[in-house]
């Protein structure tokens, strides 16, 4: 794989710009790293570990003369950098950003870029529940998808090198229009994040069962959850916010499909639990064939070990 | 470890039974092993592979001489089997069922077996998303809790005796009461089961996300919630018909919590998201704590692969 574009800078320095600084080095894909972050433990432990080839410790900095800018900071921070840096970019350069949401952070970083930057905002399906300068790994995004939402009047280069840059990172690329990928991740990963959180705060809440109870005899369903509900606060605090019209959907269809199920199981009626049941297992057996999972029993322990960053 | 008991019994060859005969067999815990299922095909699979040393084509006959009889059966099955196997257990045998409810097997089993004849409840926290008389492995129960609920009238001895196949199964046995049981099972299993499901089958019935983008761009969320929701049906349509009052109690204490957090998100309170959503980090660093999983990240591939069966 050749290089792709000469200096490429990231904002934020979490799991995602990690794992995307480790990805492209193994491809060879940039000649020069910068990184900042907004934490001054974060830029020392990059600058300690060599993860950025310049640490800088502003964002103002980090983009002068950068090819490829990625925004890799919580959603709700977009705009405050957007501001920042639009002042300092190069003519010409590329700004892309990770964020789970896409309509939102389209609507608080262009106004901010100067005519002849191009914005073309991308969302990588890919993570762990880990965060900070040190979780990333250079497998993360490997035949993960990597979703971009570039509006029609963006620049068809500027798309075609971004997409280049990520399949060299691994992901398989696909287009999306912003307001649809918004409502697919809404169905696909921001519901069940706000469902796992409430289930692990319920469990919590319960008096008559100890946590220690709940933490000893977690079988697998809640060790799933447990998994999901440990991911970052603050990133899941701004995807809620930000996509609010499709959460209120999905968690209004949610609690409607939970009370009849409620309500079945109150009447007895288990012809529907079974057939609901049933059905549920046919999707699974979909995502097993669309190579995203692997039909290998998970009994709840050793996930993701094989393929980790100690792996 | 030494022979615990001379003739083993397994009514129904699934995923428990199967497991519990590949780690019986590895420890040598009994002699001989006899096993009978419902189904034709099941019980031709099990000689097939010679997974029983004797397979009958009836439970009756299975139990015979046995000196342990373990009912592998869904619960809502366990009322029929008892009343079929009860004139003809041996007199001081002991036995023991799996189900992940215990008050309603109980009161399904208890008053069809004779007088002498020992019955200790039990049920072993572990399994994976498959089924069927191929899909046990030893390794299941290795380190895993198996909760065993007799009362105290039960024979000291004969809940010795199955404690010690437990343990000799890999399992940590820990004794708990019924009611007990069914709620802490409720919170850590059943409840996360149920809303697994409720979450796939939203998925599936949104018009506007297809099925294949929906399998296509599943992230960890999601993919977690499906595997959850492959879990047998039949299994699972009967722990809730038969764990109503705590479905019931944990399902409106799920909806109260959702409903509060969905209006934090109407409202923009993002405070109360990101201390909702840190809170639920504790619990998730206290089951890594108490060994029931690993902090290895989990990126949604491989799971389970190092300790399944094929591993």
């Not at 990588?124 to 250079?138: K, Q, W």
Request: proline content about 5%.
């Amino acid at each position: 794989m050749s290089q792709i574009y000469d200096r490429v800078a990231y904002i934020g320095l979490g799991l995602i710009a990690s794992s995307m600084i480790h990805a492209g080095r193994r491809a060879g894909l940039q000649r020069e790293i910068v990184g900042t972050a907004r934490s001054a433990e974060t830029r020392a432990i990059a600058r300690e570990d060599g993860l950025c080839d310049i640490v800088t410790d502003t964002a103002a900095e980090a983009v002068k003369d950068a090819d490829l800018v990625v925004l890799c900071v919580p959603v709700g921070a977009m705009e405050k950098v957007a501001a920042e840096i639009g002042p300092c970019l190069k003519p010409g350069c590329t700004v892309t950003d990770v964020g789970s949401v896409k309509r939102a952070v389209i609507a608080a970083v262009q106004p901010h870029l100067p005519e002849g930057v191009h914005f073309v905002p991308a969302h990588p399906l890919a993570g762990t529940e880990h965060s900070g300068p040190r979780s990333g790994f250079a497998e993360l995004f490997d035949n993960r998808y990597t979703l971009v939402v570039p509006d029609a009047a963006t620049d068809k280069e500027a798309v075609a090198r971004l997409e280049a840059f990520w399949k060299g990172m691994g992901a398989n690329v696909e287009f999306m229009d912003p307001d649809h990928h918004d409502l697919v991740l809404m169905v696909t990963s921001h519901a069940p994040h706000l469902i796992a959180y409430t289930m692990v705060g319920v469990a919590d809440d319960l008096g008559r069962v100890t946590d220690s109870e709940v933490i000893k005899y977690s079988a697998a369903g809640f060790r799933d959850f447990t998994r999901i509900a440990a991911s970052d606060p603050t990133m899941w605090r701004d995807v809620f916010l930000n996509n609010k019209d499709a959460t209120m959907e999905i968690l209004g269809r949610f609690i409607e499909e939970l009370m009849s199920l409620q309500r079945a199981i109150r009447t007895g009626d288990g012809d529907q639990l079974h057939s609901y049941f049933t059905r549920t297992r046919a999707i699974r057996r979909g995502i097993i064939e669309a190579g995203q999972d692997t039909a290998a029993p998970d009994f709840g322990r050793g996930g993701g070990q094989t393929e980790g960053p100690s792996g």
